[in-house]
């Protein structure tokens, strides 16, 4: 146990700390007075770290405070709050938490759609302001006859996908390459793919080879009658275009998970009426939030061990 440290820099689920509590000597950064020379003195001790996006960026300068790092545990599929680049350069394992989520995000998706188009939340205050004895509440956009686009097809992707099947609609994608087996429309570019849909659902991974993805011009080509989806990251979209193409009538609607400065969204989209918030809660079931938790615990128990990590994300060569 002396040899295997741990630095958790933010809290997690008691439950993610208590098992590594029993595992490892955890290191708790943000209980620390002077947290900088807390890591000055166990920071050449610490052979992993247990992260997630409450921690902050975890680069190189991080990897420099700890010159025995061997292993980094994030808490969520995306790991845009890593240099992933930099751990791999210096032979440093990133994890992530993939499978668990999936199935919980791509019912949010499901739900945040729907919502959407049919306007749940506007028609729940409608109620609840005392409205509706003053008349019925106007009518709403369908799902029925939409054209779906699937920016990502991924594994959260294709649960989307698979959700959507149910609902009779016609579904298309884009990704880096077009998949064997897909039976869905594949289009080459997000311009291409907002053109030949209605709905554009945004469930890649965040990081600089994704940000902005869905700029004005991907949005022009949605349409005015078009719903942008976005349950990725909010580096995705160019939130100042996506602003003012709701505010000036290029698309029609809006339901946005994720936004570019959480938790900060701006006045502006909390003001529009024809789009929908929600505080990033994708994979915020206390079921699904345990499950990840206690793969970010198998992937440091499993690497210490001496079994390799469990669930290492894959860094393309060119990027390093």
């Known amino acids: 146990m002396t040899d295997r440290d741990i630095l958790m820099p933010a809290p997690m689920a008691d439950a993610v700390i208590a098992a590594l509590d029993a595992r490892f000597v955890l290191h708790r950064l943000w209980e620390q007075a002077d947290p900088a020379a807390y890591l000055a003195n166990v920071g050449p001790r610490i052979r992993g770290m247990a992260v997630s ?6 680069d190189a ?12 545990a994030n808490f969520g599929v995306g790991y845009d709050n890593i240099d992933a680049a930099a751990a791999a350069a210096r032979g440093i394992v990133v994890t992530n938490t993939p499978g668990v989520l999936d199935e919980e995000v791509a019912d949010l998706t499901i739900g945040l759609l729907l919502a959407t188009l049919r306007r749940i939340p506007q028609a729940d205050r409608y109620v609840r302001d005392g409205h509706w004895p003053d008349g019925p509440f106007p009518l709403s956009p369908t ?6 686009g699937l920016l990502g097809l991924g594994a959260i992707g294709k649960a989307v996908a698979r959700r959507l ?9 884009h990704g880096r390459t077009r998949q064997a087996g897909v039976a869905h429309d594949y289009h080459d570019s997000p311009v291409a793919l907002a053109a030949a849909c209605d709905v554009l659902i945004a469930i890649v991974p965040g990081g600089a080879a994704t940000r902005h993805l869905v700029d004005a011009a ?20 160019d939130q100042a275009a996506l602003v003012a193409a709701l505010r000036d009538g290029i698309i029609g609607g809006a339901g946005l998970d994720v936004f570019e400065d959480e938790p900060n969204v701006p006045e502006e989209l909390r003001a529009m009426s024809q789009v929908v918030l929600l505080p990033h809660i994708g994979s915020a079931s206390r079921d699904t939030r345990a499950a990840m938790g206690q793969l970010v615990v198998d992937n440091l128990t499993s690497w210490f061990d001496g079994h390799g990590a469990v669930s290492p994300v894959s860094v393309p060569a060119g990027s390093r």
């Open 143 to 148: 799902l029925r006859g939409r054209r779906i």
């Open 61 to 72: 300068a991080s990897f420099d405070a700890l010159p025995a790092l061997e292993i980094v």
């Open 53 to 58: 996006t409450l921690a902050g960026r975890v």
């Open 218 to 237: 991907v949005l022009a080509a949605l349409g005015a009658e078009g719903v942008f989806i976005n349950v990725a990251r909010g580096s995705v979209v």
């Open 165 to 173: 099947e149910g609902f009779g609609v016609a579904i298309a994608y």
